[in-house]
């Protein structure tokens, strides 16, 4: 197997997919650290290296491991409001 040298390039889709996923999510700086500005994204002639595409799977690692969390709090909080519901049921006999 070969493996690429880090100056081949690719094309941005796949990049520009985790950017928009992330900036949907509200993270405001989706490109910090990855040397492509939002404008080339939408660019068909737009490329990254391989550097850039391992800092997009750690985006992408990232936002499962956000969403992750973020349904962890949801069920928390849905238990911590059923349990306030049943305190108060326990109060009101």
Known sequence: MIKPSS???Y???KLSTIVDALTAE???DALAGVSV???????PAARVSINQISAERYAAATIDVA???LDEVEQA??????????ANLELAK
């Open 77 to 86: 909080s849905l238990e911590a409001w059923l349990a306030r519901q049943d």
């Open 26 to 28: 509200g993270v405001l």
């Open 67 to 69: 969403f992750a969390a």
């Open 11 to 13: 094309p941005v889709f």
């Open 7 to 9: 100056d081949e390039i």
């Open 37 to 43: 500005c939002k404008s080339a994204l939408s660019s």
